[in-house]
T-cell receptor, first 117, second 114 residues
């Protein structure tokens, strides 16, 4: 078990540029979540996948944000035309969702810190 | 709106004393409840969870949490605090009504004083 990995760990970009982040979940985990965390706040839900299906997307997420999980394994989060307000830590988490009522906890990656200049 | 509240931004406790970090929630249905800890420059780490059963659940590093359905609370506790427990603690709920979404609180910084 190598844990959840995220790349890159840090990204500095200029306003208006596009950025893409990658998350590799724990291999047998079927659910994958993206969060945004700013200083002094808890993780804010962005979206989640069950296998390759994107099941829910936050209403706070603008159309500039898009996420994919094409084969139900790794996922990418793309932000188009970045704004300074997008500066934050972007967290990925995975979990093994089972049928019925029992589900395991989320395992988090180290995050990608985005700075938009 | 569904939410999780951690009313204390910071909790200070002397080493060896018991600690409590408070969490209340306002969500529909019967959510699953979690506590996570975040150390500086580290990812969030799972501490414990309540799904069903006994209201007192035990987790990692000697932490435990008490679920109170009538008060919709899930307070984190430890009988004897260590300096190494100093970190940022997050309460979270996983919704169970037609979604697998999690909602996190804003976090409580725990400072254990030697």
């Amino acid at each position: 078990d190598t844990g959840v990995s995220q790349n890159p760990r840090h990204k500095i970009t200029k306003r208006g540029q596009n950025v893409t982040f990658r998350c590799d979940p724990i291999s047998e985990h079927n659910r994958l979540y993206w969060y945004r965390q700013t200083l002094g706040q808890g993780p804010e839900f962005l979206t989640y996948f069950q296998n390759e299906a994107q099941l829910e997307k936050s209403r706070l997420l603008s159309d500039r944000f898009s996420a994919e999980r094409p084969k139900g394994s790794f996922s990418t989060l793309e932000i188009q035309r970045t704004e300074q307000g997008d500066s934050a830590m972007y967290l990925c988490a995975s979990s093994l969702g089972a049928g019925g009522s029992v589900n395991n906890e989320q395992f988090f990656g180290p995050g990608t810190r985005l700075t938009v200049l | 709106a569904q939410s999780v509240a951690q009313p204390e931004d910071q909790v200070n406790v002397a080493e060896g004393n018991p600690l409590t970090v408070k969490c209340t929630y306002s969500v529909s249905g019967n959510p699953y409840l979690f506590w996570y800890v975040q150390y500086p420059n580290r990812g969030l780490q799972f501490l414990l969870k309540y799904i069903t059963g006994d209201n007192l659940v035990k987790g990692s590093y000697g932490f435990e949490a008490e679920f109170n359905k009538s008060q919709t609370s899930f307070h984190l506790k430890k009988p004897s605090a260590l300096v190494s427990d100093s970190a940022l603690y997050f309460c979270a709920v996983r919704l169970t009504s037609g979604t697998y979404k999690y909602i996190f609180g804003t976090g409580t910084r725990l400072k254990v004083l030697a």
